[in-house]
């Protein structure tokens, strides 16, 4: 089978779960990610690959990095952004936010991502009002904590555009939204492509 329509990836070299979401990002037009921990370091992988996407939806269960925490709560000062939909939920995120900013090095696409991050975070999406009446916050990135219970699942689901021959993908497994999750730990994530499992997962 070739390496582009693999199933399983396990971040062994050929087969990490960053290379899969750069291939198939480039079709998508919705990216819903569910996992229990969000890392910047995850997301500054990804950045470019996210650009043209045109709505993104982040719901995180147990735990945000504390630099993720910072650009959100910084996005939320200058507009009017909902991070959470309770405030208990952003007082719990807050104090389970790691106390460290992630290894990353400072370098060109750290940099890059945190940009990409806030610009994502502010920009309105293609069809705003659509979005806000579907019950979203009419911006490309929107991201959310969970407020009433811990999730540790991992769920990526990409809805591609309508120009494309699939309706979309869904992957889940072992990776969180980090760079060890995304290219650094060995994981085991499956990626099943039916509608019916992508509409289960939305």
């Known amino acids: ?49 996210l650009e043209s996407v045109e709505k993104i939806r982040i719901l995180v269960g147990l735990n945000v990095d504390q ?18 939909s309770h405030k208990d939920t952003q007082d719990t995120a807050m104090k389970a936010a790691v106390t460290e900013i992630d290894a990353s090095s400072d370098d060109f696409l750290t940099e890059y991502g945190i940009k990409k991050f806030i610009e994502f975070l502010s920009t309105d999406c293609p069809n705003p009002e659509e979005d806000i009446a579907n019950g979203g916050n009419g ?13 540790h699942a991992k769920v990526y689901i990409s809805r591609y555009s309508e120009e494309q021959v699939s309706f979309g993908s869904v992957i889940t497994g072992s990776s969180n939204f980090s760079h060890s999750g995304l290219i650094g730990n060995r994981e085991f994530n499956v990626e099943l492509k039916d509608k ?5 997962a939305l």
């Open 1 to 49: 089978m070739p390496i582009t329509d693999q199933t399983f990836f396990t971040n062994e070299k050929g087969k990490t779960l960053l290379d899969r979401f750069k291939r198939t990002l480039i079709a998508s037009q919705y990216f819903d990610v569910l996992v229990g921990y969000f890392r910047t370091s995850g997301f500054h992988q990804l950045a470019d690959s």
């Open 67 to 84: 630099k993720t925490f910072e650009l959100i709560d910084t996005v939320h000062s200058q507009t009017n952004l909902d991070f959470t």
């Open 139 to 151: 911006k490309k990135l929107e991201f959310r904590a969970y407020p009433s219970g811990n999730i």
């Open 196 to 200: 019916g499992d992508v509409d289960f």
